[in-house]
C-alpha cells in the first residue's frame, strides 16, 4: 500500500503528462493543417 502523499504526487504528475500530451497533439494538429492548407 503506497504512501498517501506519494499516491497523491503520482496523480498530480499524471495529470500534468496528459496536459501537456493534450497540447502538443493539438499544436500537431494546428502545424499539420497548416501544412495542408499551404499544399
Known amino acids: 500500500m ?6 497523491i504526487l ?4 499524471l495529470e500534468e ?8 497533439s493539438r499544436l500537431t494538429v494546428q502545424h499539420y ?3 495542408v492548407q499551404h499544399l
Open 2 to 7: 503506497p504512501n498517501v502523499q506519494e499516491w
Open 10 to 13: 503520482f496523480v498530480q504528475h
Open 17 to 24: 503528462f496528459v496536459q501537456h500530451s493534450v497540447r502538443l
Open 33 to 35: 493543417n497548416r501544412i
